[in-house]
């Protein structure tokens, strides 16, 4: 069993709460990944009477779709700065959804309190992604239903990550990349046999928010919390920050997937998965 240093571990998590507080994390859910947490509702067949929990759940984009089945449903974050949009987008939808401040490496539900337990591109950033995975088991009850959206390390999201690594702070012992959470092998071995009727299946986001890649790197360096702290970790080199620009837009440039001469599109490729939790549990 990993022994947890309590004091870093607050740390660690205050750092991460303001990270995803800053920037506009609301305007990149509503205009890059808007349908993505439908699809995973509808990959998790969710309906009205389950008791309903997305971990990470950032700005409902799960948490409002599975609502809008009749399910009861709670969404947990860490970060309830990002609830106000989550609440703003429940009441246009017409649904009711619980809003929780929480830590996804420590719910604060019981076990087996839920019928599936989800998440959209939210539980991946967890640093720690057995305890993460630990905890989603638990508070699913037996027979319910595992459902995960996450960035392959392939994929365009993926990629960017690698592009900024050189230029981030070294991550805190025992932290893993964000998409690890997109690959197979990764999630089968965080789950095991702890689940059965684990089924994957690769799928893509279209990201066509901006014209051309200039304005798509402004578009992170504004809006995005990891972005927006790399940037501000290299705020005082001007050499290095001029690096990263030019790393940054060359990924662009060569992962553009629109046409010649025609609006710029980014294909994102993320992994989903669901899984159901052994009887046995």
Known sequence: MTVIDEVA???????HRRLWASGDYPSIAAGLIPTLGARLVTACGVRAGQRVLDVGAGTGNAAVPAAATGADVVAADLTPELFDAGRAAAAEAGVDVDWVEADAERLPFADGEFDVVLSCVGVMFAPHHQRAADEMLRVCRPGGTIGNIA????????????????YAPSPPPGASPPPLWGSEEHVRSLFGDRVTDLAVRREHADFDVSPDPETFLEYWKQRYGPTIAVYAANAADPERVAALDRDFLQLLIATNCGAAGG?????????LFT???????
């Open 263 to 271: 609006p710029a599109r980014w294909e994102s490729e993320y992994l």
């Open 151 to 166: 960035w392959t390390p392939e994929g365009f999201v993926g990629q960017l990550f690698r592009t900024m690594k050189p």
């Open 275 to 281: 899984a159901r939790k052994d009887q046995d549990q």
């Open 9 to 15: 571990d607050r740390d660690l998590k205050a750092r």
